[in-house]
C-alpha cells in the first residue's frame, strides 16, 4: 500500500541529544499524527496535528504540521533511553479517511 | 479509561483451521479499524466501520477474510481457511470520529504454520 517518505530511517543517538526526524507526502493530508511503537505492542498515539502551521508539543516531543500540509516533522528533546521504539508518522485526509503511514524511524538511544 | 482491547494476544494455529479475532473499541468511539502489520508491507488497512457499518473494505486480502461489528462495543475479525502467509500481527483501532486520531490496541500476533 501507499505510504509516506519518513527519513531518517533509524538513529542511534547517546542520551541527552536532540532528535528530529520528518515524513513528506505528494499529496496533501488534513490531519498529521505521530505514533511510537515498542516491541510486541501497537503503536502510541503521541501527537495529533489538525491545522496547516500547527505546532504542538507533549512533553519533550514537539511536532508540527508543515504549512504546504505535505510534510510533518517530529523533535524529541534530552532523549532519554526509554525513547527507543520506531515512530511512525501518518497522514489523514481527502474521502478516504484512511490512514497512511510512513516507513517508521527505529531510535536507539544509548544510556 | 480502557484502551482498545483485542483477543488473544497470540494465536498459533495449522494451516485450514478458522481464526477469529476480537476487538472491543474505546467506548464512545464511532469508528473501528482493522489493520495487519508485518516486517515488508508495514502497516496495512484491511477495512474500517463507521456506526458499525463497514466503509471501505477494499484492503482485504480476499474472501478469506472476512469482518463484522454487530454493535458498537464488539467486532470480529475471521479468516477462514487460515494460510502460512496470513501470519502477522493484527491490530484494531478506534476514533471517536472521522477524520481524527486513532487509537490502537495492542494486537494480536498470529502464527499459522
Known amino acids: 500500500g501507499q505510504q509516506l517518505n519518513q527519513s531518517p530511517q533509524s538513529m542511534f543517538i547517546q542520551e541527552g541529544e536532540d532528535v528530529s526526524m520528518n515524513c513528506t507526502s505528494s499529496s496533501i493530508f488534513n490531519t498529521w499524527l505521530w505514533y511510537k511503537q515498542e516491541p510486541g505492542e501497537g503503536p502510541v498515539l503521541l501527537i495529533a496535528l489538525y491545522k496547516a502551521g500547527e505546532l504542538t508539543s507533549n512533553g519533550r516531543l514537539t511536532a508540527q504540521f508543515g504549512i504546504t500540509r505535505k510534510d510533518s516533522f517530529l523533535n524529541i528533546s534530552a532523549s532519554i533511553p526509554s525513547d527507543v521504539g520506531i515512530y511512525f508518522c501518518a497522514g489523514l485526509g481527502g474521502a478516504t479517511n484512511k490512514l497512511i503511514f510512513g516507513t517508521g524511524t527505529l531510535l536507539a538511544v544509548q544510556p | 479509561d480502557a484502551g482498545v482491547i483485542q483477543s488473544p494476544r497470540h494465536e498459533v494455529t495449522e494451516m485450514g483451521q478458522e481464526v477469529t479475532l476480537r476487538c472491543k473499541p474505546i467506548?464512545?468511539?464511532?469508528?473501528l479499524f482493522w489493520y495487519r502489520q508485518t516486517m515488508m508491507r508495514g502497516l496495512e488497512l484491511l477495512i474500517y466501520?463507521?456506526?458499525?457499518?463497514?466503509?471501505?473494505d477494499s484492503g482485504m486480502p480476499e474472501d478469506r477474510f472476512s469482518a463484522k461489528m454487530p454493535n458498537a462495543s464488539f467486532s470480529t475479525l475471521k479468516i477462514q481457511p487460515s494460510e502460512p502467509r496470513d501470519s502477522a500481527v493484527y491490530f484494531c483501532?478506534?476514533?471517536?470520529?472521522?477524520?481524527?486520531?486513532?487509537?490502537f490496541g495492542p494486537g494480536t500476533r498470529l502464527l499459522v504454520l
Open positions: 466501520f463507521n456506526n458499525n457499518v463497514p466503509i471501505d
Open positions: 467506548s464512545g468511539h464511532n469508528s
Open positions: 483501532a478506534s476514533s471517536p470520529e472521522l477524520p481524527r486520531a486513532q487509537y
